[in-house]
């Protein structure tokens, strides 16, 4: 499968048939960690109502990290768009002024005596 072909399934996996199924196996077998194509491979299954689903299946969700998100694109659903976390960006509290007011709290003015100047 070209990568145009595999970008086009992506964008539009309900265009997939059952032709499909033998490349992205091949996909599949050759990039085990790819996990978009685990993925579609697994949509494609469930869309042919293939035998095998349930194996891939829990072979998928093992190694996805959002299984809800996993489910929803499985079945077609809408998903929830995740919260954003945002950080005040605090000039005070920058990393680095963090760290330096730290060392400058616990800095030690006295020089410390090694084992051979005792």
């Known amino acids: ?9 992506l964008q539009h996996p309900e265009n997939l048939s059952s032709d499909d199924m033998a490349p992205l196996e091949d996909v ?5 960690c790819f996990a978009a ?11 042919s109502k293939d035998l095998s689903y349930e194996a891939c299946l829990f072979k998928t969700s093992l190694a996805s990290p959002h299984r809800q998100q ?35 709290d616990n800095a030690v003015d006295a020089e410390l005596e090694t084992p051979d100047q005792a």
């Open 37 to 47: 194509a685990k993925e579609l491979y697994l949509k494609l299954l469930h869309q």
């Open 28 to 32: 599949v077998r050759a990039y085990p």
């Open 1 to 9: 499968m070209s990568p145009e072909l595999f970008i086009q399934a």
């Open 70 to 104: 996993l489910f929803a694109y499985i079945h077609g659903l809408e998903t929830k768009p995740e919260k954003e976390f945002t950080t005040e960006t605090d000039s005070s509290l920058q990393a680095f002024d963090l760290i330096d007011s730290f060392l400058g």
